[in-house]
């Protein structure tokens, strides 16, 4: 005997309940499951004591050091490179749009032995620079240049569609009551777009506090120097393991915080639109 | 007195048409979307260059290729009202209607004096701490006219200026920009596409089709068929 057709319907609402459950269950699982794991494998007095290791405390501020100058950099530059992109034609526009979204698909690694290629001391234009005894490579400001080369990209992009998006006619306008350009960017453009390019500019900051293979080809991995938080982690792996299980924790919560600003961002962005 | 001629290769058509407004005067641009009304706005306050042609605003030239010329948009001193009610959302209406005298350099206590001069004059001095994003349509569009008119421009300039109004502010609008054009004495363009508009609020009407004129005389006078619109 045939189930009857309200009874199959049931059924099959059911299995599709079942299936979509399973699926999102695990795909939650599989991304949480590993990042809870850090927290069990440590004890908070653990976490605490460990919290004043001289390694936990370089790296940690190295890491934080770095990113911000790097993030301070991106959007300085970045800012206005955006705009005057974005506002004009200019022959071998789609060349720089496409630079601009090359390192967010090029590997760290190889951005590291790019950088190291041209800057390091025998490099194309390192050895310039070494005659006038300037290195660059295996220092703090290598670490900067790398993180900036990886994480920039996240910054511009938003920069540029916000710019594109935005509706022109604030602009004329300012443009008809007698502001120069400079007054309009200031006070119209970047205001209306500040929310979005702050989101921008938090990812960046991500970015480049998680940059690790570009940092080890081109900064190294000296403690103080240039070891941030991930190259840390990694050295903690083969010596002290503790050390490297805290700072991980760090960087959870670090990104845990930035992923909640970029959220709270987004939620202002829509209710002031 | 606004003088102009615009030569402009458009997508679909050119745009070939001289417009003249005198003190004081109204003239009302009429025609169907897209018949390059806009257009002659934009290229009026230099937003869109003319391909080729003139434009003399009170005898100085503000655009002519064969002199050299090109006044940049920010020296043209043109209040342009544009569609849809632009208001500066972040700011209050205080800091919109501001905005051109500070771009303009003037002193605090003249931004001062004409800010709240324009804000009653309008009728928006309740209004003058809320941020104008939060402002109604009507409120936007007399934000939008004071903040051009406390520059004192030259010429102004309205781009449908009644669409998305209730009848009261249609009616509110009109009365404010025919008082402050006969006061100032300034020559006015309307921009719109109803007949009614035109007989309410102009002295003239320029009737424009696919990029010429089509009809130019007196409001009352339009002819029904000049302007295929199904909006009157």
Partial sequence: MNPSPVFSEKIQRTITCIGAAVLVASVTLYLAFPVVALFFRTTPELFFSSLSNPDVISALFLSLFTSTISLGVVILVGTPFAYVHCRNDYPGKVIVDTLIDLPLVLPPAVAGLALLVLWGRMGILGQYLSLFGISIAFTTLAVIMAQIFVASPFYLRQAKSLFEQLDPVYEQTARTLGASPLRIFALITLPLTANGLVSGAVMTFGRALGEFGATPMFAGNLPGVTQTMPLAVYVGMEGNFTVGLTISILLVIISFAIMIAVRLLARREASNA | MLDAIIHKKLRDFSLDITIHAGPGEIVVLMGENGAGKSTVLNSISGLVPPDTGSIQLNGSVLFDPGMGVNVPVENRRI??????????????????????LLAQHKSPVFIKEHVEHWMSATGIEDLADVRAGNLSGGQKQRVALARALATEPALLMLD?????LDADNIRLVKELTRTFVTEMQIPCLVVTHRITDSRDIGDRVDVICRGKKEWEGRPDDVPVCACRSEDR
């Fill in chain 2, 79 to 100: 209040g342009y009202v544009f569609q849809n009610s632009v208001v500066f959302p972040h700011f209050s209406v205080r800091d919109n209607i501001a905005f051109g």
């Fill in chain 2, 160 to 164: 449908e200026p009644f669409t998305a």
